[in-house]
């Protein structure tokens, strides 16, 4: 059987920015530390985001905008050898939305992607593809970066990970530590990579081109300034023809349909990273 969890809380749109910002620096650093593979840094993601959104005390006042949060995470009972890392839904009043994501890590001692060999990527680009056929431009690389090529910031959830002593070097923000890329910007629309020599582009050691954190993400994903919502009664995620190892269901409801178009035209105010 699969095993399931689930958590709520009633908060507004900014008390969503702190915690999912805070979870792209634990990761960061829990990589750092322990050189943790992708599925468990993806099984971390998941429970810190439950934690954290959904049984954390919310930090705004309240408000005429609030709404009601829900989270559940869903384990398959075995392990998918072919099929994504994490299947995200995202649910508000005007419909759903559902991604589909592999995860790789940025090796902290090599400074290379852990899928770096030719039969690494041709696997990589095969998944890649499976997912872009099941869900357009939704489907997304996730890449966990180590701590030390970030600048070590904290969110305002700290954790043992975080506080532990080790070297950042970087400038990049530690919230880049859950790194979303489209899996449009890596492949052409025949499945090949755009780029054959970096097939996963690089500005700098940890900074991805057309990369952005997990928290940003997340905010568009909910505000719609990502893809567009899919009118009708929740998704039937039992259904997928490219299954994902866990699921992510993150669901806003309890708010009109006018006060939640009111929330997401105000989607510049919160998606601004130099006033989080």
């Known amino acids: 059987m699969s095993t399931a969890s689930s958590f709520t809380q ?13 979870v792209g620096a634990h990761i960061a650093a829990k990589l750092e530390l322990f050189q ?8 971390e993601l998941c429970d810190m985001l439950c934690i954290w959104l959904g049984l954390q005390e919310r930090r705004s006042r309240h408000s005429s905008k609030d709404f009601t949060l829900t989270l559940s995470k869903t384990t398959s ?3 998918v050898k072919n099929g994504a890392d994490l299947e995200l839904i995202v649910s508000s009043p005007l419909g759903n939305k559902r991604c589909l994501i592999q995860a790789k890590v940025l090796d902290p001692l090599t400074g290379k992607l852990r899928c770096n060999s030719t039969a690494g990527w041709a696997k990589l680009r095969k998944q890649l593809v499976a997912a872009r056929k099941e869900v357009a431009d939704l489907a997304f690389l996730l890449v966990y ?10 969110f305002g959830y700290s954790t043992y990970e975080q506080n532990h002593r080790f070297v950042s070097a970087g400038k990049i923000e530690a919230f880049f530590g859950v790194t979303m890329i489209p899996v449009n910007d890596l492949l052409q629309k025949s499945g090949r990579w755009k780029k054959r020599k970096q097939k996963v582009p690089e500005i700098a050691p940890g900074q991805f081109e057309f990369g952005i954190p997990f928290w940003q993400f997340l905010l568009e994903l909910l505000l719609c300034r990502r893809s567009s919502w899919t009118a009708g009664p929740s998704l039937d995620i039992e259904r997928s023809n490219y299954p994902a190892f866990r699921t992510l269901v993150v669901g806003a409801s309890e708010v009109d349909r006018d006060v939640w178009m009111s929330i997401q035209r105000s989607a510049d105010q919160w998606l601004r990273r130099d006033e989080q």
């Open 10 to 22: 009633r908060l507004h749109i900014s008390d969503v920015i702190a915690p999912t910002q805070s």
């Open 36 to 43: 943790t593979d992708e599925r468990t840094l993806t099984d």
């Open 77 to 79: 009972a075995q392990e």
């Open 145 to 154: 970066v180590p701590g030390s090529l970030l600048d070590g910031e904290q």
